[in-house]
């Protein structure tokens, strides 16, 4: 049997994955690591964008994703990002904290999936840990989101950070949003633990990391990380 994969298989590393329209964000969640972010805030000029584009650095990207350590929605022509993207023929995605989405439904229908963050339904636990953010704007924006039809809007990704004060709240949210076509409500591990110094690194999984090999990611002012 031959060890050489087929040239249908067309596996081509790396591709472009995440694409930093901005690191500005309008919250200040206490579990994220942008907190620990030394750079300086800036906007991603679509000059830059138009650039790689014409010379082919997505050429071997399936899908790309619109965000990295901020908030995407804050970008003012973040629809025409994705529409850029979506003209070559690539899978476009987006991570918003959703707060912003109530007034920029348009900006997101380009997009293929678009996930919001959302940990619980309880206003005071969520403004709490979502410093700057009020909870009936998220609600508010994802309902206006879900009632559109699937087929003219992207899929919808409602994910929630597994920690111990938003016990509860994952059967609360599929309730509140379960009744929508074309939505996925998932829970996900608080990926920075250790950054936080709350567990300690030696306990952590450590199963290898493919991403530094497979894939790149792009800072608003060009940085290839």
Request: proline share 5%; aromatic share 10%; with cysteine.
């Amino acid at each position: 049997m031959s060890n050489v994969l087929p040239q249908s298989y067309g596996f081509h590393i790396p591709e472009v994955y995440q694409i930093e329209l901005t690191n500005n964000c309008n919250l200040r969640c206490r579990m994220c690591g942008r907190q620990y972010m030394k750079r300086k805030v800036g906007y991603m000029d679509l000059d830059l964008l138009e650039l790689m584009l014409k010379r082919g650095d997505f050429t071997n990207s399936y899908f790309v994703e619109l965000h990295f350590a901020g908030e995407p929605l804050l970008h003012p022509k973040f629809k025409e990002a994705a529409e850029m993207l979506k003209a070559y023929g690539i899978l476009v995605g987006a991570s918003t904290n959703g707060t912003l989405l109530k007034h920029r439904i348009k900006d997101v229908l380009p997009l293929d999936l678009l996930t919001v963050s959302l940990d619980t339904l309880n206003p005071k636990v969520y403004e709490k840990w979502r410093c700057g953010g009020k909870l009936e704007n998220v609600v508010e924006g994802l309902h206006k989101l879900l009632q559109i039809p699937p087929c003219e809007r992207p899929i919808v990704e409602i994910q929630t950070i597994d920690m111990p004060q938003y016990r509860g709240a994952f059967e609360a949210i599929k309730r509140e949003f379960g009744m929508y076509k074309g939505v996925v409500i998932k829970r996900v591990p608080d990926c920075f633990l250790v950054v936080r110094g709350e567990v300690d690194a030696k306990y952590v999984l450590n199963d290898l990391c493919l991403n530094p090999w497979l894939s790149v990611s792009v800072y608003w002012d060009g940085t290839v990380v």
